[in-house]
T-cell receptor, first 110, second 115 residues
Framework: KNEVEQSPQNLTAQEGEFITINCSYS?????LHWLQQHPGGGIVSLFM???GKKKHGRLIATINIQEKHSSLHITASHPRDSAVYIC????????????FGKGTHLIIQP | NAGVTQTPKFQVLKTGQSMTLQCAQD?????MSWYRQDPGMGLRLIHY???????DQGEVPNGYNVSRSTTEDFPLRLLSAAPSQTSVYFC??????????????FGPGTRLTVL
């Protein structure tokens, strides 16, 4: 079973700061997902990665397959970025769902 | 498209009662799954389905049943609710067989309390 670790668990930053959230996993994967969960609970898919780097607006996700590590960066952070960010991986080879990290609770203060 | 819908949003049950959490998607996705989210833990897979008539167990299936009679619907049944099943339940769907290489779409969640 893949073990997914996220760091930090909690992060409070000031508006405008550059944010980095890390995710590491123990077993090789076919894909890694970054998800966002706002207060109130809804979960939204931000990125799906199998290699390299993806960018969407102020969000950047990178993955290093050899090191089994991914990062989610937020540039020019804003209070509306406050949410729980969740890393999830699929180890491939079957339709047995995702393994999730416990999430990083991010608060951006004005 | 409505995406993935779940009903009810909130539910309180007494120990021993049964109920069905409804999940539907209008994206013609083959893969559907149920997760539970508990404080301090990541989401955990309960059951999943790769198409109508096909279901399988995930990581924490005990106490839950599922069926998939149509592509659109994937209900989760609690046969005899227990306080340990107090949780937030999410339904998700994706294209193809959910091998993880496809974007996952989540429902809004059902918050269940078992007294």
């Amino acid at each position: 079973k893949n073990e997914v670790e996220q760091s930090p668990q909690n992060l409070t930053a000031q508006e405008g700061e550059f944010i980095t959230i890390n995710c590491s996993y123990s077993v090789g994967i076919s894909a890694l997902h970054w998800l966002q969960q706002h207060p109130g609970g809804g979960i939204v898919s931000l990125f799906m990665l199998s290699s390299g780097k993806k960018k969407h607006g102020r969000l950047i996700a990178t993955i290093n397959i050899q090191e089994k590590h991914s990062s989610l960066h937020i540039t020019a952070s804003h209070p509306r970025d406050s949410a729980v960010y969740i890393c999830a991986v699929h180890s491939g080879g079957g339709a047995d769902g995702l393994t999730f990290g416990k999430g990083t609770h991010l608060i951006i203060q004005p | 498209n409505a995406g993935v819908t779940q009903t009810p949003k909130f539910q309180v049950l007494k120990t021993g009662q049964s109920m069905t959490l409804q999940c539907a998607q209008d994206m013609n996705h083959e893969y559907m799954s149920w997760y539970r989210q508990d404080p301090g833990m990541g989401l955990r897979l309960i059951h999943y389905s790769v198409g109508a008539g096909i279901t399988d167990q995930g990581e924490v299936p005990n106490g839950y049943n599922v069926s998939r009679s149509t592509t659109e619907d994937f209900p989760l049944r609690l046969l005899s609710a227990a306080p340990s099943q107090t949780s937030v339940y999410f339904c998700a769907s994706s294209d193809l067989t959910g091998t993880g290489d496809n974007e996952q779409f989540f429902g809004p969640g059902t918050r269940l309390t078992v007294l």
